[in-house]
């Protein structure tokens, strides 16, 4: 549990975790995209791509979950970044549909950890 009070008390390790785990939110379901459109044509048919997520009980209870829970946290990062007056939050909103919620969810984070350690500076 020490490795967790690492991150609690230091803001930049913490950023720098979120950035990475964006980055990796971004190209895994990338990768994934690439070789749905490789298998299944030249170019990204999302009625296809969503009857594929719900082809089965396993891939309706993940594509429920991911629906119900990105949207929670959708409107929570709305919120959050106007509390704190976050610039920049396009690229959160547009990566989030453009790209991958696991990648616009860690993006926010680090973000959001970036403006708390700018505030607590001028404060």
């Known amino acids: ?17 979120y950035l990475f785990l964006s980055i ?11 070789d749905f459109v490789r298998e299944y044509g030249n170019s990204f048919n999302i009625n296809n791509f ?5 082809a089965n009980p396993a891939a309706q209870s993940i594509s429920r ?3 119900i829970g990105a949207s929670a946290i959708f409107i929570w990062i709305v919120n959050e970044s106007k ?4 610039k920049n939050m396009w690229v959160v909103y547009i990566g989030t549909f453009l790209i991958a919620f696991a990648f ?5 984070l680090f973000l959001r950890e ?8 001028i404060n």
Do not use: C, H, W
């Not at 990796?24 to 690439?34: E, I, K, Q, S």
């Not at 970036?114 to 500076?121: A, D, P, S």
């Open 1 to 17: 549990m020490n490795s967790f009070n690492i991150l609690k008390d230091n803001k930049q390790i913490l950023s720098y975790l």
């Open 104 to 108: 616009s969810t860690p993006f926010f």
């Open 83 to 86: 509390k704190l007056k976050m």
């Open 50 to 54: 969503i009857s594929l997520a719900n």
């Open 24 to 34: 990796l939110g971004a190209v895994l379901p990338m990768m994934a995209n690439f």
């Open 65 to 67: 979950d991911l629906l």
């Open 114 to 121: 970036r403006r708390i350690i700018e505030l607590e500076k």
